[in-house]
């Protein structure tokens, strides 16, 4: 089973700012790699897909990098309802896995 | 749209069956999951199955005990769970798989099953 690990597990941002999240696994994903976004109470909402493309009306705020085992999600001037907790998916082998979330809080 | 139901408490080691029903897409073609998140954890992927069933998934954590299916002529997704313990207590959401892989594109807004005496 591959290994999904996202760090830090808590990061606090001030609105405007820029931040900055990683996601790493334990053996390489190629680009098969997904971001997801999750406000408390509610579902999960596709972010990224392919390690580095926005999902359809996501704003360009959000970028994706990576591949292999390493990515990353940045998040441009953040806004309030940027403020939720991210997760990393890999999709390259079975079983399917996600990383254990950063929540991104205001500072 | 995805809706779950079926939820509620049940007793360990007893059964429950969870639904999904989908609408506004063409449910048969599309593969689908179930993915579930204890209370104040993370996310796990519990199984899958492709869009005509003949192809199916498990997590190791549920394999054995837990059977996916689907019925395209009600476009319903389900979810058999038996011998059910206190750690499959969480929400479980149904989800699509996307067109070019298995992430997911649409989530249901999770059903809650607790399992305790």
């Known amino acids: 089973e591959i290994v999904m690990t996202q760090s830090p597990a808590t990061l606090s941002v001030s609105p405007g700012e820029r931040a900055t999240l990683s996601c790493r696994a334990t053996?390489?994903?190629?680009?098969?790699l997904a971001w997801y976004h999750q406000k408390p109470g509610q579902a999960p909402s596709l972010l990224i897909y392919?390690?580095?493309t926005r999902a359809p009306g996501i704003p360009a705020r959000f970028s994706g990098s990576g591949s292999g085992t390493e990515f990353t999600l940045t998040i441009s001037g953040l806004q309030s309802e940027d403020f939720s907790i991210y997760y990393c998916q890999q999709y390259n082998n079975w079983p399917l896995t996600f990383g254990g979330g950063t929540k991104v809080e205001i500072k | 749209q995805l809706l779950e139901s079926g939820g509620g408490l049940v007793q360990p080691g007893g059964s429950l069956r969870l639904s999904c029903a989908g609408s506004g897409f063409t449910f048969t073609s599309q593969a689908m999951s179930w993915v579930r998140q204890a209370p104040g954890k993370g996310l796990e992927w519990v199984s899958g199955i492709s869009g005509g069933g003949g192809d199916t998934y498990y997590a190791d954590s549920v394999k054995g005990r837990f059977t996916i299916s689907r019925d395209n002529s009600k476009s319903t997704l389900y979810l058999e769970m038996n011998s059910l313990r206190a750690e499959d207590t969480a929400v479980y959401y149904c989800?699509?798989?996307?067109?070019?892989?298995?992430?997911?594109?649409?989530w249901g807004q999770g059903t809650l099953v607790t399992v305790s005496s």
């Open positions: 989800a699509k798989k996307a067109n070019s892989g298995w992430y997911f594109d649409y």
């Open positions: 392919g390690a580095s």
């Open positions: 053996q390489g994903v190629g680009s098969n």
